[in-house]
T-cell receptor
Framework: DVKVTQSSRYLVKRTGEKVFLECVQD?????MFWYRQDPGLGLRLIYF???????EKGDIPEGYSVSREKKERFSLILESASTNQTSMYLC??????????FGEGSRLTVL | DAKTTQPTSMDCAEGRAANLPCNHS???????VYWYRQIHSQGPQYIIH???NNETNEMASLIITEDRKSSTLILPHATLRDTAVYYC???????????????FGQGTILTVHP
C-alpha cells in the first residue's frame, strides 16, 4: 500500500523555536509538496520539490524553508516559529498521474 | 483553474448511493475534474478524476455532463466511513508539479447516517 508518512501528528512548540516537520514517501515519486490548512482559508501551498535538492516557492513561503537531500524525504523547517504558524501541515507526493498522495497531517501549535 | 460550486452539505443513508454534484460552468477544454475527500483530522484522499468520459474506480464513479459544465461523484453504497468533506476541483493536467497546485474550495460535507 502506498504511503506518505509525516513524522509527528501533534506538536507543541514555543515562539522562536526551530521546528522540523519530516515527510517520507515510499512510492519513488519525483514531486513532493508542503501545504498548510487553516479553517476558512483552505489548502495553501508553501513549497514544492521536483527532484533531490530542487525546491520552489509556493504561494506562502515566508517564514519557512525546505530540504530535500534524498528523493523519499522532504522536510519543512520553521526557522523561528511564530504563533501565526499554528496550523495543520500536510505533505503530499505525486508522479505524473494526477493523483496526489497526502500524509495524515501534522497539527502544530505555537505558544 | 475554473471555479467550482458545490452544495455546502448533504446527507445519505448508509447503504444507499451518495450523489455529490459539482458545477464548473467555466471549465476550459484542457481542464480535468478531480475529486478529493478529507475525513476529519486526516489528510485529503484522492478519489477520482476525468476529462469528459465517465470514469469508475474501486471507490467511486464520476459522471461528467456532455457540455462538461457539471459533474456528479457517485459513491454507490455509502458507509459511515464515507462521512467526510468532498472537494471538486477543475484544473489542467500539465504534469509533474502542476498537480500539486491545488485549490480546495469549501467542499461538500457529506454525512452518512446509520
Amino acid at each position: 500500500d502506498v504511503k506518505v508518512t509525516q513524522s509527528s501528528r501533534y506538536l507543541v512548540k514555543r515562539t522562536g523555536e526551530k521546528v522540523f516537520l519530516e515527510c517520507v514517501q515510499d512510492m519513488d515519486h519525483e514531486n513532493m509538496f508542503w501545504y498548510r490548512q487553516d479553517p476558512g482559508l483552505g489548502l495553501r501551498l508553501i513549497y514544492f520539490s521536483y527532484d533531490v535538492k530542487m525546491k520552489e516557492k509556493g504561494d506562502i513561503p515566508e517564514g519557512y524553508s525546505v530540504s530535500r537531500e534524498k528523493k523519499e524525504r522532504f522536510s519543512l523547517i520553521l526557522e523561528s516559529a511564530s504563533t501565526n504558524q499554528t496550523s495543520m501541515y500536510l505533505c503530499a507526493s505525486t508522479e505524473d498521474t494526477g493523483e496526489l498522495f497526502f500524509g495524515e497531517g501534522s497539527r502544530l501549535t505555537v505558544l | 483553474d475554473a471555479k467550482t460550486t458545490q452544495p455546502t452539505s448533504m446527507d445519505c443513508a448508509e447503504g444507499r448511493a451518495a450523489n455529490l454534484p459539482c458545477n464548473h460552468s467555466t471549465i476550459s477544454g484542457n481542464e480535468y475534474v478531480y475529486w478529493y475527500r478529507q475525513i476529519h483530522s486526516q489528510g485529503p484522499q484522492y478519489i477520482i478524476h476525468g476529462l469528459k468520459n465517465n470514469e469508475t474506480n474501486e471507490m467511486a464513479s464520476l459522471i461528467i455532463t456532455e457540455d462538461r459544465k457539471s459533474s456528479t461523484l457517485i459513491l454507490p453504497h455509502a458507509t459511515l466511513r464515507d462521512t467526510a468533506v468532498y472537494y471538486c476541483i477543475a484544473k489542467p493536467n500539465a504534469g509533474g508539479t502542476s498537480y500539486g497546485k491545488l485549490t480546495f474550495g469549501q467542499g461538500t460535507i457529506l454525512t452518512v447516517h446509520p
